[in-house]
Nanobody, 126 residues
Framework: QLQVVESGGGLVQPGGSLRLSCVVS????????IGWFRQAPGKEREGVSC????????AYADSVKGRFTVSRDNAKNTVYLQMNSLKVEDTANYYC???????????????????WGQGTQVTVSS
């Protein structure tokens, strides 16, 4: 059974860092892209970043470019989201999801992602 589980969220001060992990089980890492999405209370879900099955062409939302870095370790079936210079507006529940379609990943359409984790809360506050 394919499953994705996020971890690594927490409370951090503005300017701080966190690293989120997304562990995928039940499927070969060669077959799926991983996307990171977030949703804050009262707001729509938004795409944050994604990385392709072959570890090519990561994509980032403009709001996180230069601050967040996505990477994957296929040997560990794990995708990471390193978040630096965190801002209060980064506060949200962060989800990772698997997409089995296409050659490149995209964060423009979350509907292509079919397997979702339960989320991990990130709170940026002083």
């Amino acid at each position: 059974q394919l499953q994705v589980v996020e971890s690594g969220g927490g409370l951090v001060q503005p300017g701080g860092s966190l690293r989120l992990s997304c562990v995928v089980s039940g499927f070969d890492s060669d077959y799926y892209h991983i996307g990171w999405f977030r949703q804050a209370p009262g707001k729509e879900r938004e795409g944050v970043s994604c990385i392709t099955k072959r570890n090519r062409g990561p994509a980032y939302a403009d709001s996180v470019k230069g601050r967040f870095t996505v990477s994957r370790d296929n040997a560990k079936n794990t995708v990471y989201l390193q978040m630096n210079s965190l801002k209060v507006e980064d506060t949200a529940n962060y989800y990772c999801a698997a997409d089995f379609n296409g050659y490149y990943c995209s964060i423009a359409d979350s509907q292509t992602y079919t397997i979702w984790g339960q989320g991990t809360q990130v709170t940026v506050s002083s």
